[in-house]
């Protein structure tokens, strides 16, 4: 595991704070010389003074001294203590606002096609972990190295000063312990790695149950897929206990060299005070240090297990940064020329790529031009590309060769932004916010008058039912938009575009979730929408596209046909054949 590129893309995060982060290690190393230090070095010099008093008045200032700049550095540690906490909590508060937000940044520049092939439930666990994971990193640090390391160093140093016997045998123990466990810790690692991959397929399958809950009671399918999730909580069980385990035979070992150098060191120092080289206070120091050594190497042991975890699940995030951005935007993007919404495919050859294998070709040189204003209605089964043809207009996916066209312009040379705000889409199933009806409407727009919002959701019929709720505009409907019915979802939907106002309209079966009466509303409103805009207009429901000016027929991704409806049904081909079956089977003739 690549530990250094992880804080590669933590790093940026942590230099914008320089300065609350001197003040941080700054005044905790203040506050650890003060209690890891002189305060030891100050009960030292009691012991000194009281085992070997006479009780005289000289003694008596010495000791009264000592007690009360003892009280004075007790007051002045904790003093720099409290003022490092409040400059961590300043600085890592901003610092994980920020790493989120990259993060958030970094995801989102990935392609549909990444998201559509992505658990969403494991993505943003993922993500949480990888905030997560910074904060307990910094924390552990700030904490568990920087401060035990001082705490360490600096009693290595006053007890060397007092003892070089008893600071050698703490020097030793000190590098066997920290070796040791350093082995300990790399083959945890690996535990953890393979821990952090079951929490996130856990996570994955448990959200996608809930996303899907209304078919699991649909088919009746709740002990099927209780038995598949328990299957799932079965492995990351397995896991997180093993790495527990392990993790327990390291405390076992801990334990056990710890106590060793507790006796160890206790019986060099009472073997030297014995024989006159120390005092009974340098054995009280000695005693001090065994038990703040005991404390720090066994948070040490402890720290780095959560160390290690917080970098296993960063590491998760770090390879989705990772990954190769399939549709990326041009170095030097051109200014966006797109004003008419003629639209002109070139030679275009696509095929959806699947891992290691070929992939699977939509389109081999297909070309297709589109007048500015012409409405174009794109039909054929299943599988034939018209979607697809959509995506790459879109540029949720570019196309391996070709070129496509608006307004004279190669779409590939400007941003993705800029392409999109001239596009106004509206696909088979739409997805709202969970935010209010106004702004999922205003989401399109989001700097439109009232009335021009208002507007809209009267021309696509969703203005009644809006003003049916107890909140009107200020409802709230729900994730993924579903305290709507699927008619209304697609009606507000068709508002948002509406007030876009691009040049280009796209629809993708947008009526498809209508009933008749409301259908023939929003036609009426589509063809008032249409007026003046380039209009591709994807339909099954063949009735919808009748009054296109072309109707263009796809089939195993090329087409076989175009013209208005009057000549294809003319023809007596594949568009004919479909028109047949749709209407004996559903409108009769």
């Not at 003093?79 to 990259?102: E, G, P, T």
Request: charged share 20%; with cysteine; proline share 2%.
């Amino acid at each position: 595991m690549n530990i250094r590129l992880i804080f590669e893309y933590y790093w940026p995060h942590l230099k914008k704070y320089k300065k609350s982060t001197a003040l941080v290690f700054g005044f905790y190393t203040l506050a650890i010389m003060g209690s890891g230090m002189v305060t030891p070095v100050l009960y030292k010099r009691i012991i000194d003074i009281v085992s070997g008093a006479g009780g005289s008045s000289a003694v008596s200032s010495a000791l009264l001294n000592t007690v009360f700049f003892l009280g004075g550095t007790l007051v002045l540690y904790n003093l720099f203590y409290r003022i490092a906490d409040y400059a961590m909590v300043y600085s890592q508060s901003h610092m994980l606002k920020n790493v989120a937000d990259d993060a958030f940044a970094r995801v989102e520049k990935h392609s549909y096609e990444f998201f559509s092939s992505t658990f969403t439930g494991t993505l943003v666990a993922k993500v949480r972990r990888y905030i997560n994971a910074f904060e307990t990193i910094h924390d552990q640090f700030v904490f568990a190295i920087w401060m035990n390391g001082l705490r360490l160093l600096f009693g290595l140093a006053v007890l060397s000063y007092f003892s070089l016997h008893l600071g050698m045998i703490l020097l030793i123990w000190l590098i066997l312990y920290m070796g040791i466990t350093a082995l300990f810790v790399k083959k945890k690692i690996k535990k953890d790695l393979l821990t952090a991959e079951a929490n996130s397929r856990t996570t994955g399958v448990l959200s996608d149950a809930i996303t899907n809950i209304l078919n699991i009671k649909m088919f009746a399918s709740h002990k099927r897929e209780l038995s598949y999730f328990t299957d799932t909580t079965k492995t990351e069980e397995k896991r997180r206990r093993d790495a527990g385990y392990f993790q327990i035979t390291q405390f076992v070992f801990q334990g056990y060299f710890i106590a060793l150098f507790e006796f160890a060191g206790m019986f060099a120092a009472a073997y030297l005070w014995l024989n006159g080289v120390i005092s009974a206070g340098t054995i009280i120091l000695m005693q001090i240090y065994i038990f703040t050594s005991f404390e720090v190497v066994w948070n040490i042991g402890r720290n780095s297990a959560k160390i290690m975890r917080a970098i296993a699940e960063a590491k998760e995030m770090v390879d989705i940064f990772e990954k190769p951005i399939a549709v990326k935007d041009p170095q030097n993007p051109e200014k966006c020329k797109i004003k008419k919404g003629e639209i002109e495919i070139r030679d275009v050859s696509f095929l959806y790529k699947d891992g290691g294998g070929d992939g699977t070709s939509v389109f081999k040189r297909l070309s297709l031009h589109i007048a500015s204003g012409e409405k174009v209605g794109l039909v054929g089964p299943s599988g034939a590309g018209k979607t697809t043809l959509t995506k790459l207009l879109l540029r949720f996916a570019d196309a391996q060769d070709g070129k496509i066209m608006i307004d004279g312009q190669d779409i590939s040379r400007i941003t993705q932004s800029d392409l999109r705000m001239q596009i106004a889409y509206v696909p088979q199933d739409p997805i709202l916010f969970h935010r209010t009806l106004r702004e999922n409407i205003l989401y399109s727009k989001p700097g439109a008058t009232e009335k021009e919002m208002i507007d809209a959701a009267k021309r696509s019929h969703a203005h009644d039912f809006i003003k049916g709720f107890l909140n009107g505009y200020d409802t709230y409907v729900g994730e993924r938009g579903v305290k709507l019915s699927g008619g209304e979802r697609q009606r507000v939907a068709i508002a948002r575009a509406m007030l876009k106002g691009a040049p280009i309209l796209m629809l993708d079966e947008a009526t498809s979730s209508l009933d008749s009466i409301s259908e023939k509303h929003i036609q009426d409103a589509f063809d008032e929408l249409m007026k003046g805009r380039t209009t591709l207009v994807i339909a099954h429901r063949l009735s919808t596209i009748q009054k296109m000016d072309r109707i263009v027929v796809f089939n195993n991704g090329a087409i076989v046909e175009d013209g208005t409806h009057k000549k294809l049904i003319a023809k007596k081909g594949l568009y004919y054949r479909l028109w047949k079956q749709q209407s004996h089977g559903f409108m009769g003739e």
